[in-house]
Each structure stands twice: as structure tokens, then as C-alpha cells.
T-cell receptor
């Protein structure tokens, strides 16, 4: 089982719709969770971080975390063509020495159609 | 406030050669992590440096080594290059327990 799993997509939604991106992780002791957006040919850009169970909202983005189910999601409301990108889920594992060890999913490609 | 910078942008090397990639962290950040990203994949963690020491290492061979300088900048060295080392190499900076911010990356092509 991969440590961080995402549907590779592509996920296609019409402009103005809600895009829902999902991620599951295998390590129960993980404490920190992140969503990055990566445009083609560019480096990942941090868009959300979440540390506690529940929802965290930032503008059109909402991250949801359920540690019991080892599940984290990202909702994008009022999707725009400029949101078309690959979305990477990242989980910060805690090593034996309490060190950071960030693991990424393979990413979900989102296309927002005008 | 300058973000994370990396050099060079692109690099072409031949199998068996050695390469050094450089990274300057975002102002105020003291931790640098290096990642390898193959086409269509997520970034793979290589290692992390904090206080000039390798703090954590991913599943990469000893051909991959690094260094962190007193000003927190960092280098990634790869020896005996293989064709499979062709990838985008990303540097990310953070405070030791914080969110990571990526630089623009170095595209390495091994021929």
C-alpha cells in the first residue's frame, strides 16, 4: 500500500462547479497535511495546510481532515479555468526521532472547462 | 522578500558524471529539504538538512549527498549519474517544523 494515495484523474469539472479532490494515507501517526498546486512545468505551490480534524477554509478552498479514517480532502468552490493544475496531497510523517519526513501522493490532475 | 531560489535552471549531463545543484532558502527559514520529481509523479523525498546536518533521509542511494552551509543554503550532489536520475530536482525550505515552500526546481537531463 502506498503511503499517500490519490486518484490520478483527470478530474474534469465545469466552470463554477465544486471540485472535490481526495487523499488517503497509511501512517496513523501523521500529524500534518498539506495540499499543493502544481501547474505544468512549474514547481509545487502550497495552498492549504491542516493539522486538526474537521474543516479549514481559505477563500474558495476548504481542506477536510478525518484522522480516524486517514482521509484528507480539498474542495474548490466556484472552480475557475485558472484552477486547472495537478493537486498534490502531502503528509508529514513523524519518524522515530520525531523528524519531518514529507511524503507526496502522485497528484490529481484537475481540468476546469469554461 | 526573496523566495526559495535554485540554480541552475536546467542541466544536461552524461552518464557517469557528477552534478551539484544549489538552493537558497526563503528568508528566515533554517531547514532545507530536497526532492526528486519524475514526470507524472509526486515529489520523492531525498533528504532534509537542519543546522548543517542531515536530519532525515529518504530511500535514495549514497550517490546522493548534500550539504548545508552556515547561511542555511544547501547543495545536492549526485555522483555516477544514471539515465534514471533525469528528473526535476526540487528544494523546499521551512522552519524546522513548518510548512515547506518550494523553489522553481532544476531540470536535470542525463544522456
Amino acid at each position: 500500500q502506498k503511503e499517500v494515495e490519490q486518484n490520478s484523474g483527470p478530474l474534469s469539472v465545469p466552470e463554477g462547479a465544486i471540485a472535490s479532490l481526495n487523499c488517503t494515507y497509511s501512517d496513523r501517526v501523521s500529524q500534518s497535511f498539506f495540499w499543493y498546486r502544481q501547474y505544468s512545468g512549474k514547481s509545487p505551490e502550497l495552498i492549504m495546510s491542516i493539522y486538526s480534524n474537521g474543516d479549514k477554509e481559505d477563500g474558495r478552498f476548504t481542506a477536510q481532515l478525518n484522522k480516524a479514517s486517514q482521509y484528507v480532502s480539498l474542495l474548490i468552490r466556484d472552480s475557475q479555468p485558472s484552477d486547472s493544475a495537478t493537486y498534490l496531497c502531502a503528509v508529514n510523517l513523524r519518524g522515530v526521532n520525531n523528524n519531518n519526513d514529507m511524503r507526496f501522493g502522485a497528484g490529481t490532475r484537475l481540468t476546469v472547462k469554461p | 522578500d526573496a523566495g526559495v531560489t535554485q540554480s541552475p535552471t536546467h542541466l544536461i549531463k552524461t552518464r557517469g558524471q557528477q552534478v551539484t545543484l544549489r538552493c537558497s532558502p526563503k528568508s528566515g527559514h533554517d531547514t532545507v529539504s530536497w526532492y526528486q520529481q519524475a514526470l507524472g509523479q509526486g515529489p520523492q523525498f531525498i533528504f532534509q538538512y537542519y543546522e548543517e546536518e542531515e536530519r532525515q533521509r529518504g530511500n535514495f542511494p549514497d550517490r546522493f549527498s548534500g550539504h548545508q552551509f552556515p547561511n542555511y543554503s544547501s547543495e545536492l550532489n549526485v555522483n555516477a549519474l544514471l539515465l534514471g536520475d533525469s528528473a526535476l530536482y526540487l528544494c523546499a525550505s521551512s522552519l524546522v517544523e513548518g510548512e515547506q515552500y518550494f523553489g522553481p526546481g532544476t531540470r536535470l537531463t542525463v544522456t
